[in-house]
C-alpha cells in the first residue's frame, strides 16, 4: 500500500498582527462581511476573550473556521520586576528567543506603557545602551500590540494603560509598516482607544518615514535631537550623517502643520561637557525658532562601559530655564525606575545580534564603547 504523505503542518494565522484593514480584508478574502473585523476587536481587545468559540455574533462554522486555523499570540512575561517608585519592567519572551522589555511607569491620573518596537537597534547612537546589544530583527504587529495586551492583563485592576510612548527598545520608523498597524489598534475604538495625543512616537530622525507617518497615521511625535551642530549630532545619533539637521527639521515643520496648535517634541539628553552648554542652549532655541516645538530634556541614564557623565542639576535647571525664558515650554524628564534598569536608553532585554556589533565592541575594547 501507499504510504499518503501527511499534509504539512499549516501555521496559524495570528490575528493580533492585523489592524481593523488588515483583519477587514482578511475577512472579505473568507468571504465575510469587513464588518466582521470590528466584532473580533471587540471580543479580543475589550471584552479580552482568546477562546473563538465564545464569540457569539460569529456564525458557528466562521468560530470553527477561526480555531482551527487562527491563533491569539503575544510574547510572554518572562521576567517581571517592580521597582521602589511603582515602575514594573517586563521582560517578554519571543518566538524566537529573543527578549525584548516593555516599562510601564504609573503616575498621578495615567499610567504609561513604554513599548519596544525591535530586538536591539541598528542604529549606533552613542549613550544608548540597546544600541550596544546590536540588532536581530523587526518585531511583528503582534509582538508590539502584544506588550500592551500581556501589560494590561497583568495589570488588571491594578491600573490602566492610559499612554503609550514608542520608546522602548529598537527606532520605530524603521520597522514602519508592524509599528503603524499597532498604533492604529492602539487608537482604534473598537480596540484600545486612545486619543492620538496619548500615542507617541519617538524617532531618531528616520526623514523619509517621518513624512510617510505624517501622510498615514496622525500620533504624536517625538524626535531624539541631542545636538545642535551636524557636527556633534553625527557623532552621538550617527543617522544624522545620512539626514542632516536641515532635513530633519523640514520633516518637523511638515508634521506639526497637520493641525493647528500642534507641536513637536524634541528630547535632548544631558550628557555633561558634550552638549550642555549655555551656548548648546542658545543653539537650540535658533534651531527651533521654526518649528512649533517642546523640549524634554532627559537626565543622561548611565550602564556598564558608559563614559558619559549626566550634567549637573544646576546645569539641567541653567538650560531649562534658559529655553523656558526664550518661549519653549520645556520640561525635564523624570527618571523613574532607575533602581532596576528601566529607565531611557537602559533598555537592553536579550538579543542574539546579528549585526555584530555586540562582538566588534568587545574586541575593540571596552573605551571605545561610546
Ligand atoms: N530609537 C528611538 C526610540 C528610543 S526612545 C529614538 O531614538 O527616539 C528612547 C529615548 O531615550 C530617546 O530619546 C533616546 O535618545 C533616549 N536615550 C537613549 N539612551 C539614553 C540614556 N542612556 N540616557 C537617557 N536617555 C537616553
Same mark, same amino acid.
Given at each position: 500500500?501507499?504510504?499518503?504523505?501527511?499534509?504539512?503542518?499549516?501555521?496559524?494565522?495570528?490575528?493580533?498582527?492585523?489592524?481593523?484593514?488588515?483583519?477587514? =480584508?482578511?475577512?472579505?478574502?473568507? *468571504?465575510?462581511?469587513?464588518?466582521?473585523?470590528?466584532?473580533?476587536?471587540?471580543?479580543?481587545?475589550?471584552?479580552? &476573550?482568546?477562546?473563538?468559540?465564545?464569540?457569539?455574533?460569529?456564525?458557528?462554522?466562521?468560530?470553527?473556521?477561526?480555531?482551527?486555523?487562527?491563533? &491569539?499570540?503575544?510574547?510572554?512575561?518572562?521576567?517581571?520586576?517592580?521597582?521602589?517608585?511603582?515602575?514594573?519592567?517586563?521582560?517578554?519572551?519571543?518566538?524566537?528567543?529573543?527578549?525584548?522589555?516593555? $516599562? /510601564?511607569?504609573?503616575?498621578? *491620573?495615567?499610567?504609561?506603557?513604554?513599548?519596544?518596537?525591535?530586538? *536591539?537597534?541598528?542604529? =549606533?547612537?552613542?549613550?544608548?545602551?540597546?544600541?550596544?546589544?546590536?540588532?536581530?530583527?523587526?518585531?511583528?504587529?503582534?509582538?508590539?500590540?502584544?506588550?500592551?495586551?500581556?501589560?494590561?492583563?497583568?495589570?488588571?485592576?491594578?491600573?490602566?494603560?492610559?499612554?503609550?510612548?514608542?520608546?522602548?527598545? *529598537?527606532?520605530?520608523?524603521?520597522?514602519?509598516?508592524?509599528?503603524?498597524? =499597532?498604533?492604529?489598534?492602539?487608537?482604534?475604538?473598537?480596540?484600545?482607544? +486612545?486619543?492620538?495625543?496619548?500615542?507617541?512616537? %519617538?524617532?531618531?530622525?528616520?526623514?523619509?518615514?517621518?513624512?510617510?507617518?505624517?501622510?498615514?497615521?496622525?500620533?504624536?511625535?517625538?524626535?531624539?535631537?541631542?545636538?545642535?551642530?551636524?557636527?556633534?549630532?553625527?557623532?552621538?545619533?550617527?543617522?544624522?550623517?545620512?539626514?542632516? +539637521?536641515?532635513? +530633519?527639521?523640514?520633516?518637523?515643520?511638515?508634521?506639526?502643520?497637520?493641525?493647528?496648535?500642534?507641536?513637536?517634541? /524634541?528630547?535632548?539628553?544631558? +550628557?555633561?561637557?558634550?552638549?550642555?552648554?549655555?551656548?548648546?542652549?542658545?543653539?537650540?532655541?535658533?534651531? &527651533? %525658532?521654526?518649528?512649533?516645538?517642546?523640549?524634554?530634556?532627559?537626565?543622561?541614564?548611565? /550602564?556598564?562601559?558608559?563614559?558619559?557623565?549626566?550634567?549637573?542639576?544646576?546645569?539641567?535647571?541653567?538650560?531649562?530655564?534658559?529655553?523656558?525664558?526664550?518661549?519653549?515650554?520645556?520640561?525635564?524628564?523624570?527618571?523613574?525606575?532607575?533602581?532596576?534598569? =528601566?529607565?531611557?536608553?537602559?533598555?537592553?532585554?536579550?538579543?542574539?545580534?546579528?549585526?555584530?556589533?555586540?562582538?566588534?565592541?568587545?574586541?575593540?575594547?571596552?573605551?571605545?564603547? $561610546?
Amino acid at each position: 500500500m501507499n504510504s499518503v504523505p501527511e499534509p504539512a503542518k499549516l501555521k496559524k494565522t495570528n490575528l493580533l498582527d492585523f489592524d481593523r484593514k488588515g483583519l477587514a =480584508a482578511f475577512f472579505v478574502d473568507l *468571504g465575510e462581511k469587513p464588518f466582521r473585523a470590528t466584532q473580533l476587536l471587540k471580543w479580543i481587545y475589550q471584552e479580552g &476573550l482568546t477562546d473563538f468559540d465564545l464569540m457569539t455574533n460569529l456564525s458557528k462554522p466562521l468560530r470553527n473556521f477561526l480555531t482551527e486555523n487562527c491563533c &491569539l499570540e503575544t510574547p510572554e512575561i518572562v521576567v517581571e520586576q517592580h521597582a521602589s517608585d511603582g515602575v514594573y519592567k517586563w521582560a517578554l519572551q519571543t518566538h524566537c528567543g529573543n527578549r525584548v522589555e516593555t $516599562v /510601564f511607569i504609573p503616575e498621578e *491620573g495615567r499610567g504609561t506603557l513604554c513599548v519596544s518596537s525591535q530586538i *536591539g537597534c541598528a542604529l =549606533a547612537c552613542t549613550f544608548c545602551s540597546t544600541a550596544q546589544q546590536g540588532f536581530n530583527r523587526n518585531l511583528s504587529t503582534s509582538e508590539i500590540i502584544g506588550q500592551v495586551y500581556v501589560a494590561q492583563n497583568r495589570l488588571g485592576k491594578e491600573a490602566r494603560v492610559t499612554n503609550v510612548v514608542m520608546m522602548g527598545m *529598537g527606532e520605530p520608523l524603521l520597522n514602519f509598516d508592524n509599528v503603524v498597524a =499597532a498604533m492604529n489598534l492602539m487608537m482604534d475604538d473598537f480596540a484600545y482607544g +486612545l486619543s492620538k495625543r496619548r500615542v507617541t512616537v %519617538s524617532t531618531s530622525g528616520v526623514v523619509p518615514a517621518m513624512y510617510r507617518l505624517t501622510e498615514v497615521c496622525d500620533v504624536s511625535l517625538a524626535v531624539s535631537l541631542h545636538a545642535v551642530t551636524d557636527e556633534l549630532r553625527d557623532e552621538l545619533v550617527p543617522i544624522n550623517k545620512k539626514y542632516p +539637521l536641515k532635513e +530633519l527639521m523640514e520633516a518637523c515643520r511638515a508634521n506639526a502643520k497637520l493641525a493647528p496648535r500642534r507641536t513637536v517634541t /524634541f528630547e535632548y539628553v544631558m +550628557l555633561d561637557g558634550v552638549n550642555d552648554s549655555l551656548e548648546d542652549a542658545h543653539g537650540l532655541v535658533d534651531l &527651533l %525658532s521654526t518649528v512649533p516645538a517642546k523640549i524634554n530634556l532627559i537626565p543622561f541614564n548611565p /550602564f556598564p562601559l558608559s563614559s558619559y557623565r549626566c550634567s549637573s542639576n544646576n546645569r539641567i535647571h541653567q538650560f531649562k530655564t534658559l529655553l523656558n525664558d526664550a518661549g519653549i515650554v520645556t520640561t525635564v524628564r523624570k527618571t523613574r525606575g532607575e533602581d532596576i534598569d =528601566a529607565a531611557c536608553g537602559q533598555l537592553v532585554g536579550q538579543v542574539k545580534d546579528k549585526s555584530r556589533r555586540h562582538l566588534k565592541l568587545k574586541l575593540a575594547g571596552a573605551e571605545s564603547v $561610546v
